[in-house]
């Protein structure tokens, strides 16, 4: 098994605190990209595409995950397969 590859591949900020990351995570040649709202270092909200991210915002849909820490973010995203 490769070994997983976590790249924040753009950094939006909204505000001083808080901002949109597009993360890249792969595993060898497979990859797909996840967008994180991180609000204040607090709150954590992670999408699996770009339109859920702007569903989200328009209030049509909810996140796919939702963390209190930035420590049960990186746990998530290094339990990520990348299929």
Request: glycine share 8%.
């Amino acid at each position: 098994m490769k070994c997983l590859e976590i790249e924040m591949i753009d950094c939006q900020y909204l505000t001083p605190n808080k901002t949109i990351e597009t993360l890249r995570v792969s595993n060898g040649g497979k990859q797909i990209e996840i967008f994180v709202y991180n609000y204040k270092g607090q709150s954590f909200r992670a999408f699996s595409s770009k339109k859920k991210l702007d569903d989200f915002w328009q209030g049509k849909a909810d996140e796919d995950h939702h963390f209190q820490s930035e420590q049960e973010l990186d746990d998530w995203l290094n339990g990520v397969f990348v299929g």
